[in-house]
């Protein structure tokens, strides 16, 4: 049985970008905003399933993990928070479609 991160990660492949609507290219990528940690990210170890944004790979450069945003707090928090809606948006979608009940 494959796991739930597999799961999404195979449904994302066959969606839009969830931010711009491209079908070229898109991919699940995982939140790597402020509270990655607490979603389970550790040491090789990415964040839960259900923190996976469906991108395309220039949607995926807005949230680069490193972005130049570092060193301001305020331009952090707004990138975390976008990133997170966008997580959200593509579970919504997930269980709009019936890929998770």
């Not at 739930?4 to 290219?25: H, L, Q, W, Y």
């Not at 898109?26 to 550790?42: D, E, P, T």
């Not at 807005?62 to 945003?69: D, N, V």
Request: charged fraction near 30%.
């Amino acid at each position: 049985m494959r796991s739930f991160s597999e799961k999404v990660m195979a449904d994302a492949r066959k969606n839009p970008c969830i931010r711009c609507g491209a079908t070229e290219g898109v991919y699940g990528r995982h939140y790597n905003g402020l509270r990655q940690h607490r979603f389970g990210k550790g040491r090789g170890i990415k964040c839960h399933g259900v923190c996976i944004a469906d991108f395309c790979a220039e949607c995926d450069k807005a949230f680069h993990e490193g972005s130049t945003c570092k060193d301001d707090l305020t331009a952090r928090t707004n990138y975390s928070e976008e990133f997170m809606f966008w997580c959200l948006m593509s579970q919504i979608r997930r269980v709009d479609n019936g890929v998770i009940v």
